[in-house]
């Protein structure tokens, strides 16, 4: 969401200027123009020509340009940018910021600006922890400035971590957010995406499960995001993690629990993807204490788990769409046709464990779309794209 986008990045005097680099890379990758604006105590810290080569465009920190009179227009900045980040932002810049202080080139740029503020706050856990600097970024707020902190984390957690500046990743994330809510095809749209595996308990230490990673719901969950949809995710048990700040993570690990968290969620959506590995078995009892070895054979009694799909299509009402995912075996495309019609999804993305870098533990998908018109075949290629896709054709149907 940042293809074409004019970025104002502000680098202010602290250790984390060199995090800024990242920055620019990062938007510059994703497609954005960026124009540096930097304070003359940030100059302490990183060299404009560094700066300017990464960007592309010379880096603004005075007012004037050369003795002849050329001069920086900081209003001509704020009518330019489409969004201006601070990152790193310091306590002073902070402070002048919250109120109204202009003594240089990027706090006038900042008063000046149209467009939307984002700061990215870099001190030490005292000035942090300050009421003055609290009072500030309350101000700031109050004022519609984004306040991109450090996420929750180890570091975070602790004294070193406190007050740091966030990750370049998940300060352009935040960005692309923010955009995304703004101009995507999905902005305003609720989506309940399930993912993972789930686990179905034979006793304290052991369950019945399948290998599914996550990859390809968390994918969709990510693209969806990207789109300006709000996601809520039902994830079954996994390492994954999401990176966008519109994601909605339940953590379950039963296919009860995956049911139950999705009849709550979906009434409240617009659209479904049900991507999850739902395990259709479960233990007909659990044990409360680990089963020992005794005899040569263990019996087990299952009973069928809830059929998610199923139950959510029955609750569907008009103008929602569904979508459900078909791990097959043999008789790919009619059993994939027999979940569509029963389960009345709107289209059913078919795998096939018989193709080579589809399924389980890859990074890479290779499936078939299947609606009541027909099917499309895509080649192999990385779970993100497969999830453009799917999005793509989902996006059409709302």
């Given amino acids: 969401m940042l293809k074409g986008k004019k970025i104002v990045l ?5 250790i984390a200027a060199y995090k800024s680099c990242l920055i620019i890379r990062l938007l510059k990758k994703a497609g954005a123009e960026v124009q540096v604006v930097i304070t003359p105590a940030g ?4 060299t404009p020509i560094t700066l300017s080569a990464l960007s592309q465009n010379p880096v603004i920190s005075d007012f004037f340009a050369q003795r002849d009179g050329t001069w920086h227009s900081h209003v001509a900045l704020g009518l330019w940018a489409d969004a201006m980040l601070i990152a790193p932002a ?11 202080i202009a003594d240089n080139m990027l706090l006038t740029t900042y008063l000046s600006m149209k467009a939307p503020v984002f700061i990215a706050p870099a001190m030490d856990l005292d000035m942090m922890a300050h009421p003055a600097t609290e009072d500030n970024l309350r101000l700031l707020r109050e004022r519609g400035v984004g306040v991109i902190e450090a996420q929750s984390g180890f570091l975070a957690s602790t004294l070193e971590g406190k007050g740091r500046m966030e990750e370049p990743e998940n300060i352009v994330q935040q960005l692309s957010d923010y955009f995304a809510r703004k101009e995507g095809d999905l902005s305003g749209k609720k989506i309940l995406i399930t993912a993972g595996p789930t686990y179905e308990k034979l006793d304290p230490v052991r369950f019945i499960g399948n290998y599914s990673s996550g990859k390809m719901g968390y994918a969709l969950a990510e693209e969806c995001a990207s789109r300006g949809a709000q996601v809520v995710l039902v994830s079954g048990p996994t390492a994954l993690a999401t990176k966008s700040a519109l994601i909605e993570r339940i953590s379950v690990e039963s296919a009860q629990e995956m049911h139950d968290a999705s009849i709550r969620e979906f009434p409240g959506c617009q659209a479904a993807i049900l991507c999850a590995a739902v395990a259709d078995f479960t233990p007909q009892n659990t044990a409360e204490e680990k089963i020992k070895r005794e005899g040569n054979v263990l019996h087990l009694d299952l009973r069928p788990t809830p059929d998610i799909a199923a139950t959510l299509g029955q609750m569907k009402r008009e103008g929602q769409v569904m979508a459900g995912f078909a791990l097959e075996t043999c008789n790919e495309a009619a059993h994939a046709r027999e979940k569509l019609e029963r389960k009345k999804l709107d289209f059913i993305v078919l795998n096939s464990l018989r193709d080579e870098g589809a399924g389980f533990r890859t990074d890479t998908n ?10 499309e075949a895509l080649p192999l290629m990385s779970k993100q794209e497969t999830a453009m896709h799917i999005v793509d054709k989902l996006a059409g149907l709302l």
């Fill in 10 to 14: 502000g680098i202010t005097g602290s």
């Fill in 43 to 46: 100059k302490e810290f990183i």
């Fill in 90 to 100: 310091t306590a002073c810049t902070i402070g002048k910021m919250a109120h109204g």
């Fill in 366 to 375: 290779k499936v078939t779309m299947i609606d009541g018109n027909g099917e």
